[in-house]
């Protein structure tokens, strides 16, 4: 049995889970720990992250090596996706979180971040044998994966993460998004129809903290336990959400700061790519990147880094 830590550098913020892997090849989270550290608002305006966010975001992996000690994790993997990928001084990011911590943290390309996110979903929901379609949507981009039998056939990178999304929309109405996103909804719209042909979606799945959020707002509004947001559950809550300003969704939701100014463009985005997918819901597994990193290891395919 070992303990492992995985670690999800996003563009939003920066998740690590540590769990316990059994025999079974099954892992149990034993602890989590989030740092608001948002890498995209930086990258997604001046191409590279500032110095100050480089100063936060070591720091925030000297606590995540101190709760990793605290667990007596033996393995830890640590990757970076959208707004690392991007940065012209990624470098300069990877070398002050080795110095402050001794973590290694990998910049992976949007193909792996899909992979890793499919394998661990097409082992928590039974994905049919028809055409299913994963919808990943980060600050940086959504990853969207097409799998047939559990086996993914083709991924795509599009420019539709919500952080982006926000430093380049110049109000939080629905002509000023859907304007934004048009051509990224064409792009993605194209690129089913390539992959799929006439083939129908049978199900449509989300992952990322987003629709996370979405799914936990759906219960309290509209007082489901049933799995799935519909359409209309979508638009119904877009329309919510664009009534309040982000201090209310703070006050009234309880929304993080760091969701509430970037839960608009979300929903939109899921309902688009929704309509376009022609599918009467999206299913929210509640697992993600950092999920993907632990299946990994509970399959023992990728240990990453002894922690010392």
Do not use: Y
């Not at 309509?275 to 509640?286: E, L, Q």
Request: proline share 3%; charged share 25%; with cysteine.
């Amino acid at each position: 049995m070992s303990i492992v830590a995985a670690i999800d550098v996003g563009s939003n913020a920066m998740r690590m889970a540590i769990a316990r892997i059994s025999g079974s090849g099954r892992f149990d989270i034993m602890a989590t720990s989030r740092e608001a550290v948002r890498l995209g608002e930086d990258v997604f305006s001046s191409g590279v992250i500032a110095d100050e966010t480089i100063r936060r975001a070591a720091e925030g992996f000297v606590r995540f090596r101190d709760l990793m000690d605290q667990n007596k994790a033996c393995h830890v993997r640590a990757v970076a996706t959208s707004a690392s990928r991007e940065a012209k001084n990624r470098d300069i990011l990877v070398e002050a979180i080795r110095g402050s911590s001794g973590i290694e943290l990998s910049v992976i390309s949007a193909e792996e971040e899909a992979r890793l996110i499919h394998d661990v979903v097409a082992s928590r929901i039974e994905l049919g044998p028809g055409p299913a379609l994963l919808v990943e949507l980060g600050g940086g981009s959504v990853e969207a994966t097409i799998s047939v039998g559990g086996s993914l056939i083709e991924t795509a990178c599009f420019m539709l993460g919500a952080v982006r999304l926000k430093r380049n929309m110049k109000t939080e109405s629905d002509e000023s998004i859907r304007k934004l996103i048009a051509p990224h909804i064409d792009e993605m719209r194209r690129w089913m129809g390539r992959v799929l042909g006439d083939r129908p979606v049978g199900i449509c799945v989300g992952t990322g903290g987003n629709v996370e959020c979405l799914d936990d707002l759906r219960k309290s509004w509209f007082d489901l336990s049933g799995s799935g947001i519909t359409l209309e559950q979508m638009r119904d809550m877009s329309r919510r959400l664009q009534a309040m300003g982000s201090d209310e969704r703070i006050r009234n939701l309880g929304l993080r700061p760091d969701r509430a100014d970037v839960i608009v463009p979300a929903v939109l985005v899921f309902a688009e790519i929704m309509a376009i997918a022609g599918v009467p819901n999206i299913k929210v597994p509640c697992v993600g990147l950092k999920e993907g990193l632990l299946h990994d290891f509970s399959r023992g395919t990728a240990f990453g880094a002894r922690t010392t």
